[in-house]
Every structure is written in C-alpha cells, then in structure tokens.
C-alpha cells in the first residue's frame, strides 16, 4: 500500500477519475461528487501527470478513455465492488438486513411488482429493497446493481442470468374503455411510448371506423404512465406481459385484440457471477421467476384459447 500511494497524488483521484470513466463525462462526475467541473478536470489532469500517461482523450463532442484508461478503470471498478460488497456485508451484520438493488424498468416496478411487495417481504423478511429505476427501454450494465431485468436475442444469455419471460406484446385497454369500444361509443386513443414503434396500431386501426371518425395518439416518455393512462380507460396501449400480467391476471386490463406478438428476445434477470450465492438475493430472484409463472398460468385460465402460456414460456 506504501507503494501505491506513492504512485497516486491523492487518494481522492481514484474517486474523481472512476466517477468520471464511468459517466464519461467530467460534468457529471462533478455533480456526482458535489464538486466543480473545473476541479475535477484539474484533479484529472494532475492523475495524468503523475502517472505520466493520457487517461481520457478529450474534444468538444466529449471524452472517452484511453487504452491505459481503460486498464485503470478495469482495476478500480472491481476494487469498488470489492470494497462495497464489504461495507455491505458489515453493514448486514449490524443491521440483520440484506440490501437487494434491482435494475428495473419503472414500469416493471410500478404494476408489477409494487402490487405483490408485501408478499416479497413476507417471503424475504430480512430483505432491505432498493430500486435503479429505467423509465423506458431497459438497457446498461448492471455491474453496480444486484439483479437486473435485460433482453436478450434469442438464446443468447450472460453468465449469472435465468430466464424470466418471453417477449410477448398484446395491446391492453380498461374493460369499461373495451366496452364503449365496441359499442362504438368510444373514439379510438392509442397511448404509446415515446420513441418507440408505432406498427402495433395500424391492424387495430384497420376496418374500424365509420366515415369521419379519426383516431388520437398519445406520446408519453414513461412506460409506466402509459399503462397508468391504459388503467384509467384513456386508451389503448401496447402492454409487454414481463409487466402487465399482473394487471391482465386481475382483469383490470383486457386485450384490445385478439393477437399476441412473440418477438426473437428473451426477458434475463441478469446477476453478476461474483453476487451469485448470496442466499438472499437468490430467494429474491427465484421468487420473481415463480410469481411470473403463476400469473401466465391464471392468465391461461381466463383466457385459454389465447395461448399465453406457450408464448411466454
């Protein structure tokens, strides 16, 4: 250790250049660490010159690592694992609770597993629950979280991930939005989310409105409104079953059509190998996986002739 503070001009560097590598951005860095972007530029520079080398290359689109960069960054994000696992660990020990940090869609979190959150304590007592919360498409590592929700292509799959679902679409809607619906009583609503394709609405919109009538399409940026906007009867939305089984198992929404859409990806709940073993975390992981097969089988139940089961499975 006395040789390595001799190789650093402080000990604080390490945390200014791992925030900075992470974020690739000395800005966000700076706001991380509640300091100036100046003096986290200044900080880095001075790292530069005293290990004699160039970590980051720097233009005005932004900075990226250099390849001793990304050799630092290697060694310093897995000693911070190292150094975090411990902390939690004494911590645990203090405190008889064992932190589980999800990576999660807001949505996912919002109408799935927030309604059952009791029943994952009652299940896990000794849980203390935090949440990375992803108001749309989920994608990043979780190397800084416990357990993550990714899709993946196919069978493709990385070590310390278990299948959760299918990805399976079908749009949803409020019964009582479905009933005007077919009465003709209710002007067509299409709630989608921002950014993302629009293809699920057109075989709806297809043969289903008299001459005059039009439709409206609403953009919203959070999934997890989307389907709030869906429950409230203001339209039609495209529900993903990883998060709106809960909601078709209740029947507090119905399918708007008669198609399920089975895509090439596959929902992970993704643990990173050296988190693997930790016996809470596994009860956690192995519960979400049961409670997602139960709500495909009571959603066979009420709708047996939809096949939602050999879909999702």
Not at 211 to 239: K, N, R, T
């Amino acid at each position: 250790m006395t040789s390595l503070r001799k190789l650093l001009p402080s000990a604080n560097a390490l945390f200014v250049f791992e925030a900075a590598a992470r974020e690739l951005s000395f800005t966000k860095a700076a706001a991380e660490l509640n300091v100036t972007q100046p003096a986290v530029s200044r900080m880095l520079g001075r790292l530069e010159r005293h290990l004699g080398a160039r970590l980051f290359e720097r233009s005005v689109q932004g900075v990226v690592l250099t390849e001793s960069g990304r050799i630092l960054y290697r060694s310093i994000a897995a000693g911070f694992r190292g150094v975090e696992g411990a902390l939690d660990e004494i911590r645990q020990r203090r405190t008889g609770l064992e932190t589980v940090t999800l990576s999660v869609s807001s949505g996912f979190t919002t109408h799935w597993l927030m309604p059952r959150i009791g029943a994952l304590q009652t299940a896990c007592p000794n849980l203390d629950l935090r949440f990375q919360l992803i108001p749309g498409a989920l994608k990043g590592p979780v190397d800084t979280v416990d357990l993550g929700m990714r899709f993946v292509e196919g069978q493709d799959a990385s070590p310390g991930s278990v299948f959760f679902v299918n990805e399976v679409t079908v749009p949803v809607c409020s019964p009582a939005y479905l009933a005007g619906r077919v009465a003709g009583k209710t002007q067509d609503t299409f709630i989608n989310l921002a950014d993302s394709s629009t293809d699920w609405i057109a075989p709806l919109r297809q043969g289903q409105f008299r001459p005059g009538q039009h439709s409206d399409l609403l953009h919203v940026s959070d999934y997890a409104v989307v389907l709030q906007a869906a429950l409230l009867g203001q339209g039609i939305a495209l529900g993903w079953i990883n998060v709106v089984s809960q909601w078709l198992k209740t029947g507090a929404l119905v399918p708007a059509g008669p198609k399920l859409v089975r895509t090439s990806r596959r929902c992970h709940l993704v643990c990173v190998p050296h988190k693997e073993g930790r016996p809470t975390l596994m009860k956690v992981r192995d519960w979400l996986v049961a409670e997602m097969r139960a709500d495909l089988e009571a959603i066979e139940t009420l709708h047996p002739g939809w096949g939602i089961r050999d879909a999702s499975l």
